[in-house]
């Protein structure tokens, strides 16, 4: 499962939590660990949306 | 008659005129025996000018034979000690033709102009002058370098990339542990990092420890050790346990791999087990849609062997060049049929091992340890590469950067909010992505402001890029416009930056 942060200063979801373990995941195509979880949106989940700051 | 008509004893020189002289021969005879001694030295010295005479033992001492040519004639066991011989060919009329099947000198001996075919076998020989041409390759294992152009020799030689890092492996002497430092972890069917690069799984119904550990080879400190603790002896054709490095395709991007100039490359590395047979491993590309499954012997238990691996590279294929996965490098430690290819080529698929590779995750407290291991460009496995240790710590940090802290120390400097701090955490070396940030539990940290410590009760992260994290830690009692520092305050406190591969 997944969470969406967003960024403290501009209000944008920039990250990505793993609930699992609490990673913090950057948006950047070259991440392994923002790949899994474009795999796994893809596979047609939906991840937690982002707490309103 | 021939002059062996006359004795070496004079007085039996006693036959008839013209043979002999008797004893009281007629003057009549004098003259005729004269004559015929006259006629024997004149057909003496002939039979010397003209070869007509053979000499069965000849001896010749000292002195100088100049312009004799030895025409059609073989010496069977010549002796010849000390001297020249000089621009002459040895054998037969000409060079061309003439040859020593085997020629056995000892001593100080010197041939100069001469032609020696087949064979030459000396102890002490020396070449002083002149130049040696038309040789065949010599092997690397005979003092040569297996090549007949200076290219292909730096290539044979393994100094064809000298100057730059020639293993494409980070850590392959297993000396960077930052997650763990020496611990022992679990393999996860996700995969866990039991030193820096080396990225183990298990996904059996077996267990599988790893650690980074003090038992190495000679000139080795560390290796990695793999424990079953749980047997899988029946892995069904999904299941596998195995380890890999990912190596970032900028480091092969010269191997010209999926072209038709693929560079050969060959992988070395020392391994020990409880178990012996035939082991497996692979190189894959990422997407594991290319796979060369390679194979290699254990002959004896508990004991550490060096095996090396050459291959062709793959002409086929997509090989990133960029900062994502160029090779994979896999180290089978029991695998389905699902992941099992013949051994020996590229093939089409993700494979990395092959029918009949001893699973280590099959016997109960099987080990196998693993170091030294390099990749480098060329046909020859040549010596390890060692790097210092913060060059090899900061290869490490590419990928994984983490501020581990058990006693005082800070993580960071920010500025405070009514709600905590934000602060500022560079990274010591550019990070291949922008990573995935973990942190411990927040109570392991605390923020002082210059007036007093705040403990943290949230954490999380902001604008993560590859220099850099902001860290966002909350925490009450924070005034806002202070400046913060975010530092330890009990337990292990860390911050786990990963951008692996």
């Known amino acids: 499962m997944y969470k969406l942060l967003k960024d403290y200063l501009n209000n944008e979801v920039r990250i990505v939590q793993r609930t699992s373990d609490g990673a913090n995941i950057p948006m950047d195509e070259a991440n392994t660990d923002y790949q899994a979880y474009l795999k796994w949106v893809s596979e047609g989940n939906t991840p937690l949306p982002a707490d309103e700051l | ?501």
């Open chain 2, 1 to 501: 008659m021939a002059y062996t008509k006359y004795s070496l004893t004079p007085a039996n020189n006693n036959a008839a005129p013209p043979d002999g002289a008797p004893e009281g021969m007629l003057p009549s005879g004098v003259n005729d025996t004269m004559r015929d001694m006259m006629a024997q030295i004149r057909d003496v010295g002939d039979g010397i000018r003209d070869g007509t005479y053979t000499m069965t033992a000849p001896k010749i001492t000292g002195g100088t034979i100049t312009g004799v040519a030895l025409t059609g004639n073989t010496f069977t066991s010549p002796v010849i000690s000390g001297g020249s011989i000089n621009n002459t060919p040895i054998g037969a009329t000409t060079a061309s033709t003439g040859a020593f099947s085997t020629l056995s000198v000892t001593g100080a001996t010197t041939f100069s102009g001469a032609t020696v075919a087949n064979t030459f076998s000396s102890s002490g020989a020396t070449i002083t002058g002149g130049s040696v041409s038309g040789i065949t390759d010599l092997a690397i294992a005979d003092g040569g370098t297996g090549a007949s152009t200076a290219a292909n020799a730096r290539v044979n030689l393994g100094v064809d990339n000298y100057g730059m890092l020639k293993n494409r492996i980070i850590n392959g002497a297993m000396v960077i542990d930052q997650r763990n430092a020496g611990a022992s972890v679990t393999l996860t069917s996700g995969g866990v990092f039991p030193v820096d690069r080396w990225l183990g799984f298990e996904d059996t119904d077996g267990v599988m420890t790893a650690q980074q550990d003090s038992s190495a080879p000679a000139g080795f400190v560390n290796s990695i050790k793999f424990t079953t603790t749980t047997v899988d002896s029946s892995l069904s054709a999904s299941q596998f346990s195995c380890f890999r490095q990912g190596i970032e395709g900028f480091n092969i991007a010269d191997l010209n791999w999926g072209t038709a100039n693929a560079k050969t490359i060959t992988i070395s590395f020392w391994v020990r087990s409880s178990l012996t047979g035939t082991f497996a491993g692979s190189l894959r590309n990422d997407g594991g849609a290319r796979s060369y499954v390679f194979t290699y012997t254990i002959s004896a238990a508990n004991t550490w062997e060096q095996k090396t691996v050459t291959i062709a590279g793959d002409t086929s294929g997509t090989w990133l060049t960029n900062n994502g996965a160029g090779i994979y490098l896999t180290f089978d430690l029991g695998t389905g049929s699902s992941f099992q290819t013949t051994a020996g080529s590229w093939t089409a698929g993700n494979f990395w091992s092959t029918s009949g590779a001893v699973p280590v995750i099959g016997t109960l407290n099987a080990t196998l340890f693993i170091t030294g291991v390099q990749l480098e460009v060329g046909t020859q496995a040549t010596s390890f590469e060692y790097r210092q240790y913060q060059q090899e710590l900061a290869l490490c940090q590419r990928y994984c950067y983490m501020i581990s802290l058990t006693a005082s120390g800070d993580f960071g400097v920010g500025a405070c909010t009514a709600g905590g701090v934000q602060a500022y955490v560079p990274f010591p070396v550019t990070m291949r992505a922008a990573p995935t940030v973990t942190f411990s539990t927040a109570g392991n940290f605390s923020i002082a402001d210059g007036t007093a410590g705040y403990t943290v009760t949230s954490t999380g992260t902001s604008n993560i890029t590859t220099n850099q994290t902001t860290v966002n830690m909350g925490a009450s009692g924070t005034t806002g416009g202070r400046a913060g520092l975010l530092r330890y305050l009990t337990g292990t406190a860390f911050i786990l930056s990963s951008a692996e591969l």
